[in-house]
């Protein structure tokens, strides 16, 4: 797809069906999902305003096509207003009409031009090369090329991030993830099993609106979309910090909707925005669903984080690695001291109180003593001059 240079954004979904009003709604949305100002949300609508499509090539290795679903079932916006106004997808095998020779040279013009973006699904076979070859050309090989002159790599998934299912032991092919093969160019982290769509777009958005990914964590993954732990955003978690927890599928806990940890839920050790922006649209997560969470967006989740359905003997908290029993006796403990803290509190609070009023009574006399000093003072002068007057008169 060649960009369209002198078009703005905003003209070219307009083009497609999309009034302003509906831009700005998005542009909004983005700004809320980078968890950046709602201030921002005009700087967002200018930039992207301002910019010409990037051009974007999405390669597939050892993948299951999830990400490309996920993709595919963009909502706000919709794959349509991505592709025909954001972004030009110059190469995605599994969606483009081109096929061979005239895919080949749609992704080789792009690698020509530069500024590209490279996105990346599935992990690349170092061990056994033929076992993912496109054109003849190895995964590896075909990722070299691709990222020559490119702005930036988006993997999406687990897969191309941290090597996800197929590096799983013993990994027959030997996959790695897109860092192990190539550096030196800026990279960005959406892993998952998928990619939440919504994540890919605000990171593009960022891309486009700042000039570069926005700031990641030491796995290169956005902190937007990962900065927080899904145990502690979880619409469950209430139940955790009062004990309740579902014991078996389908038991009465797991009908009322209380904690799933006993139930191999991993959303203590993993790090995703997954409860606050969901996936479909909005509509559910897992754990909504009734299912655990089993922390594929975490390395090596497929070996650390099985079996799924068995809890993790240790829940990771921010200071120290204590069971959920213990949390929750923690939380119990940490109530009662908050109650005696308030208490101990409101002694200190009137001891200072006191200690002020004195402060200031202090000071008030102080005060008074020097104001009946200065007036005493007046006093003598005023006298002192009337002694003298009368003797000039006599």
Partial sequence: MASESGRSLSARLAGAGVDRRSFLRFCAGVTATLALPPQLAPKVAYALDSVDRPNVIWLEFQDCAGDSEAFLRSRNPSVADLILGMISLDYHETVMAAAGAAA????????????????????????????????????????????????????????????????????????????????????????????????????????????????????????????????????????????????????????????????????????????????????????????????????????????????LPHVATSRFDLTADQIGVGVLAATATGFAAHGVGKVVQHKVAARREKQAADRAAEHAEEAERAEEAARQSATAASDTQTGEVK
């Fill in 104 to 311: 080949e040279k749609a992704r080789d013009d792009a690698v020509a031009a530069g500024g590209h973006l490279v996105v990346v699904e599935g992990s690349i076979p170092t061990g056994i090369p033929g076992s993912c070859t496109i054109g003849g050309r190895s995964a590896e090989d075909i990722l070299r090329a691709a990222v020559r002159g490119a702005a930036g790599i988006i993997n999406v998934g687990t897969c191309s991030a941290f090597g996800g299912i197929p590096a799983a032991g013993p990994n027959p092919t030997g996959a790695v993830r897109v860092e192990d093969v190539v550096s030196g160019v800026e990279v960005a982290n959406l892993t998952g099993c998928p990619v939440n769509a919504d994540n890919l777009t605000a990171t593009i958005v960022h891309f486009l609106s700042f000039g570069g990914f926005p700031a990641r964590d030491r796995f290169s993954r956005p902190l937007f979309a990962y900065g927080e732990r899904i145990h502690d955003t979880c619409q469950r978690r209430g139940h955790f910090d009062a004990g309740q927890f579902a014991e078996q599928w389908g038991d009465e806990g797991h009908r009322k909707g209380w904690c799933l940890y006993r139930l191999g839920c991993k959303g203590p050790s993993t790090f995703h925005n997954c409860p606050s922006v969901r996936f479909n649209g909005g509509t559910s997560w897992p754990v909504a669903a009734g299912h655990g969470c089993v922390g594929c967006s975490e390395p090596n989740f497929w070996d650390t984080m099985s079996p799924f359905y068995d809890r």
